[in-house]
């Protein structure tokens, strides 16, 4: 396929959340503002991009017996970088005094080392194609994940706590129920339907 | 997601994270007690536990296809993916979190996987009965067992008063 599709296609054709329905427990988790969503999404990218591009170099090297473990290795390792440089960079406290990305992500940001998404498109795709096939698809399937996070975490922030990236728009009463889990597990399974919806329709 | 569509294979899923879970959180405390934190080293954690998970996972798909084959059979994949299943990795971590010692974090790992377990099996029974239901065709599958879940996980939140 032509590289704009293997970008494109992480977007809506195969996107990791709500076609694929990878990397569930961080959508899940951490989706309780749009920028949580797309600080996740954005980490996990980072990850994903990293790890597609080193399994892609060197898969062939890899004995078929550990190829598993050495790939969990490889992951595992741009996930102790991006932890430890949002530990760094990302450990500001909000203006209001609330948590700073770092503190709200927890332990999500090192559980990016199971996210099903990242270790399955080394295993499916990194480990059989071309260097710059699997970059490609990497940032294409990171940025269709963050594109998913992001409309996630807006929405339960819309309804749970009537803001939008932070910002306030509806003070009064809000839908408690969409920052707590619950609400995450109904509004993806809704957002899910409307995108298979607008799937079979395109 | 994955197996909870048959409550039986539910219980064996469930019974082979319990197993995973106790002796990952064992293992990991260790490793993080009496090797990482002495050499100074703890940002190998990610690294160093996520294997530690990944063998005892291989290890208990060796030890269940001698003892029980069909149950090995059922699990299929998902087997392997209890190395990806966040519960695992995040009770690990947060027995950190939560500065528990030995003994609590292995009544904390027991603890968490019986209500992983308690919570597959109810999504499973849940499931079967949706099966029979008539679902808006948009909503059917993955749609309509994510809302299920959700409500189940309303329900659980009653709980959050009582101990």
Same mark, same amino acid.
């Given at each position: ?19 694929? *329905? ?18 996740? &999404? ?11 591009? *080193? ?64 270790? &399955? ?22 940025? &269709? ?33 969409? *920052? ?23 | ?163």
């Amino acid at each position: 396929m032509s590289q704009w599709n293997n970008f494109a296609k992480g977007f809506i054709k195969q996107n990791p959340v709500f076609v694929m *329905v990878l990397g569930m427990c961080p959508t899940l988790a951490v989706t309780t503002s749009a920028i949580n969503g797309l600080g996740m &999404g954005l980490a996990t990218t980072f990850v994903l991009l990293m790890s597609n591009l *080193v399994v892609a170099l060197i898969a062939r090297l890899i004995p078929d017996k550990v190829r598993i473990p050495a790939f969990i290795v490889i992951i595992a390792s741009f996930v102790t970088i991006v932890d430890l440089v949002m530990a760094a960079y990302f450990n500001m406290p909000g203006p209001e005094g609330e948590a700073s990305l770092y503190d709200q992500l927890g332990i999500f940001i090192p559980l990016i080392v199971v996210n099903c998404l990242v270790l &399955g498109r080394a295993e499916a795709f990194a480990s059989k194609n071309k260097l710059v096939t699997s970059i490609i698809d990497g940032l294409g399937m990171g940025l &269709g994940f963050s594109f998913a996070l992001t409309l996630l975490g807006a929405t339960r922030e819309i309804l749970g706590s009537g803001a939008i990236f932070g910002y306030e728009f509806a003070d009064g009463d809000t839908m408690l129920a969409f *920052v707590l889990p619950p609400g995450a597990f109904i509004a993806l399974g809704y957002l899910t339907a409307i995108v298979n919806k607008l799937r079979k329709t395109a | 997601m994955g197996v909870s569509n048959k409550i039986a294979t539910s219980v064996g899923m469930g019974g082979a994270v319990l197993f995973v879970m106790t002796l990952a959180t064992i293992a990991t405390y260790l490793i993080q007690v009496y090797i990482l934190v002495p050499l100074s080293i703890e940002f190998m954690q990610t690294i160093t536990f996520i294997l530690v998970i990944a063998s005892l996972v291989q290890m208990v798909e060796i030890i269940l296809k001698k003892v029980s084959p069909p149950l090995y059979q059922a699990l299929g994949v998902f087997l392997p993916l209890i190395t990806t299943n966040c519960a695992i990795l995040g009770v690990a971590l947060l027995v950190f979190q939560n500065e528990l010692n030995l003994a609590e974090s292995v009544v904390y790992a027991i603890g968490n996987a019986i209500g992983f377990t308690l919570a597959l099996i109810l999504l499973a029974g849940m499931r079967e009965q949706l099966e029979l239901a008539e679902v808006p065709k948009g909503m059917k599958g993955i749609p309509i067992t994510l809302v299920a879940a959700g409500i189940l996980a309303m329900a659980f939140m009653g709980f959050s008063g009582i101990v």
